[in-house]
C-alpha cells in the first residue's frame, strides 16, 4: 500500500504561541515584549540538523530566515512598508515534510529548542488561541485594503494554527477552487468545534448569552478571516485556519487527516456560502457540538476519513480521540473551564499547555 511520501503530498504547520513571564505565568502582550529582544533569543537556537528551510518566506523587521518567527503588529511607514513590529507571541514555521511523521517530529524538536531557549529569558510558549487577559487592538493603518487591516488587528489577540497541504501538481490541477471554498464553507465550522479551547476573556471564563462560551478566538476572527488559502505559486500550497492551538501531536495528526479528507472525498456533497460559514462558526464558538448542524457534519467528515485515507497508506487510528469528543460531547475548552472552575486560577493552565503532549492523551485514551 501506497505512503503519504509515495503519493507526493508535502505538509507544513504554522503554530502560533502566547509568552508568559515564567516567574509568576503573567500572560504578556505587546506592551510588555521586545521584537529586538525576542528575535535575539530565536536567532541564537540552531536549526542545521532539521530539513531545509525551502518554502518558508523572510518576514520584515526579521533579516534571518528561520523556523521561528516573532508574530505581532506590523508598525508601517507612509508607504504601508512594515518598520517595526509590537509582539503579540511567536510563531513556529516548520519546514515543507514530505510526511505527517516527519512534519510533526520536526514540530517536536522545534518547540522543545523554543521553550529552552525562552526559559533562558524568563519566558514560556503557552498554547492558547486568544489572550486571556486582553481583547481589544487598535494600531495605525498597516494595510491599503481595509479589510485586511481589520484583520491584523483582530489577530493581535488571537493565535492558532495554519495546517498546510500540498498535493501532487495533477492532483491540483483537477481541483475546482471554487468549489473547494463552499466544502470548506459548509464543514468547517462543524470540525473547527471538535478543537475549541479558548473559553476565557479578561481573567476569566469567556460569558456570553447566559451561558459560558467555548472559543473566544472563533467568535472574534470568523467575520474578517479566511477559513482558508490558496497559494498555487507554491507548489499548490493549501492552508486551513480555522482550527484552535493544542498542545498535542495527535492533535495536529488530527488536523491534517480532517483536511486531508476535505481535499481529497468526493462524496462529502455539502456545500455553503460565506455568509453560512461565518454564522455557523459564531453558533459554534458559543455553544460547541451542541451548535445546529455541528455534530452531524463531524460525523460525516470522520466517517469519510478512514476510507478515503487508507487508500493512501495514511494511517486514521488517531482520529479515535475526535469521535470520543462527538460521543462525549466534550471538546478541549470544557477540560480548561473545568480546571479554572476547581482552582479559580489561570495559571495551572498555563502550565499544562506550555507542555507538548506527544501521546493519546489522557482524554482519547
Not at 465550522?189 to 462560551?213: D, H, K, N, V, Y
Not at 477559513?227 to 501531536?249: C, D, Y
Not at 480546571?339 to 495551572?348: A, F, G
Given at each position: 500500500?501506497?505512503?503519504?511520501?509515495?503519493?507526493?503530498?508535502?505538509?507544513?504547520?504554522?503554530?502560533?504561541?502566547?509568552?508568559?513571564?515564567?516567574?509568576?505565568?503573567?500572560?504578556?502582550?505587546?506592551?510588555?515584549?521586545?521584537?529586538?529582544?525576542?528575535?535575539?533569543?530565536?536567532?541564537?537556537?540552531?536549526?542545521?540538523?532539521?530539513?531545509?528551510?525551502?518554502?518558508?518566506?523572510?518576514?520584515?523587521?526579521?533579516?534571518?530566515?528561520?523556523?521561528?518567527?516573532?508574530?505581532?503588529?506590523?508598525?508601517?511607514?507612509?508607504?504601508?512598508?512594515?518598520?517595526?513590529?509590537?509582539?503579540?507571541?511567536?510563531?513556529?514555521?516548520?519546514?515543507?515534510?514530505?510526511?505527517?511523521?516527519?512534519?510533526?517530529?520536526?514540530?517536536?524538536?522545534?518547540?522543545?529548542?523554543?521553550?529552552?531557549?525562552?526559559?533562558?529569558?524568563?519566558?514560556?510558549?503557552?498554547?492558547?488561541?486568544?489572550?486571556?487577559?486582553?481583547?481589544?487592538?487598535?494600531?495605525?493603518?498597516?494595510?491599503?485594503?481595509?479589510?485586511?487591516?481589520?484583520?491584523?488587528?483582530?489577530?493581535?489577540?488571537?493565535?492558532?494554527?495554519?495546517?498546510?497541504?500540498?498535493?501532487?501538481?495533477?492532483?491540483?490541477?483537477?481541483?475546482?477552487?471554487?468549489?473547494?471554498h463552499r466544502k470548506v464553507n459548509y464543514y468547517a465550522?462543524?470540525?473547527?468545534?471538535?478543537?475549541?479551547?479558548?473559553?476565557?476573556?479578561?481573567?476569566?471564563?469567556?460569558?456570553?448569552?447566559?451561558?459560558?462560551?467555548k472559543s473566544l478566538r472563533t467568535y472574534r476572527r470568523?467575520?474578517?478571516?479566511?477559513?482558508?488559502?490558496?497559494?498555487?505559486?507554491?507548489?499548490?500550497?493549501?492552508?486551513?485556519?480555522?482550527?484552535?492551538?493544542?498542545?498535542?501531536?495527535?492533535?495536529?495528526?488530527?488536523?491534517?487527516?480532517?483536511?486531508?479528507?476535505?481535499?481529497?472525498?468526493?462524496?462529502?456533497?455539502?456545500?455553503?456560502?460565506?455568509?453560512?460559514?461565518?454564522?455557523?462558526?459564531?453558533?459554534?464558538?458559543?455553544?460547541?457540538?451542541?451548535?445546529?448542524?455541528?455534530?452531524?457534519?463531524?460525523?460525516?467528515?470522520?466517517?469519510?476519513?478512514?476510507?478515503?485515507?487508507?487508500e493512501y497508506g495514511i494511517p486514521t487510528d488517531t482520529?479515535?480521540?475526535?469521535?470520543?469528543?462527538?460521543?462525549?460531547?466534550?471538546?478541549?475548552?470544557?477540560?480548561?473551564?473545568?480546571?479554572?472552575?476547581?482552582?479559580?486560577?489561570?495559571?495551572?493552565?498555563?502550565?499544562?499547555?506550555?507542555?507538548?503532549?506527544?501521546?493519546?492523551?489522557?482524554?482519547?485514551?
Open positions: 500500500m501506497a505512503t503519504d511520501v509515495a503519493c507526493g503530498f508535502r505538509f507544513g504547520i504554522e503554530a502560533e504561541y502566547m509568552l508568559v513571564d515564567l516567574a509568576n505565568w503573567r500572560p504578556l502582550w505587546y506592551r510588555d515584549l521586545s521584537f529586538d529582544a525576542l528575535n535575539e533569543v530565536f536567532e541564537s537556537i540552531s536549526v542545521d540538523d532539521l530539513p531545509p528551510l525551502d518554502g518558508l518566506e523572510l518576514e520584515a523587521p526579521h533579516k534571518k530566515l528561520m523556523p521561528y518567527v516573532v508574530e505581532g503588529y506590523h508598525v508601517p511607514d507612509p508607504e504601508m512598508n512594515p518598520i517595526d513590529l509590537w509582539p503579540k507571541g511567536v510563531e513556529i514555521r516548520t519546514p515543507v515534510c514530505e510526511s505527517i511523521d516527519e512534519c510533526l517530529d520536526c514540530l517536536k524538536s522545534l518547540f522543545d529548542r523554543m521553550q529552552t531557549a525562552l526559559t533562558s529569558s524568563d519566558l514560556r510558549a503557552v498554547a492558547l488561541s486568544h489572550h486571556p487577559i486582553e481583547h481589544h487592538f487598535e494600531g495605525p493603518q498597516n494595510k491599503r485594503r481595509h479589510d485586511f487591516w481589520q484583520w491584523a488587528m483582530t489577530t493581535m489577540t488571537t493565535y492558532g494554527p495554519d495546517i498546510n497541504v500540498s498535493l501532487p501538481q495533477e492532483m491540483f490541477d483537477r481541483l475546482d477552487l471554487a468549489d473547494l465550522p462543524a470540525l473547527t468545534a471538535l478543537t475549541l479551547a479558548s473559553p476565557f476573556r479578561e481573567g476569566g471564563p469567556w460569558r456570553i448569552r447566559g451561558r459560558i462560551g470568523s467575520v474578517v478571516a479566511p477559513a482558508i488559502e490558496v497559494h498555487p505559486q507554491e507548489n499548490g500550497r493549501l492552508e486551513f485556519k480555522p482550527f484552535e492551538m493544542t498542545n498535542s501531536l495527535v492533535d495536529f495528526r488530527n488536523y491534517f487527516l480532517l483536511w486531508l479528507t476535505l481535499l481529497l472525498d468526493d462524496r462529502l456533497t455539502g456545500r455553503a456560502s460565506d455568509e453560512t460559514r461565518v454564522y455557523d462558526l459564531g453558533q459554534v464558538a458559543q455553544r460547541g457540538l451542541e451548535a445546529e448542524t455541528a455534530a452531524g457534519r463531524a460525523v460525516e467528515v470522520l466517517g469519510r476519513a478512514d476510507a478515503r485515507l487508507l482520529l479515535a480521540s475526535f469521535w470520543r469528543r462527538l460521543e462525549q460531547n466534550r471538546v478541549p475548552a470544557d477540560d480548561l473551564i473545568a480546571i479554572h472552575r476547581e482552582r479559580q486560577n489561570l495559571q495551572p493552565i498555563f502550565q499544562q499547555l506550555s507542555e507538548l503532549e506527544v501521546g493519546v492523551s489522557q482524554e482519547a485514551s
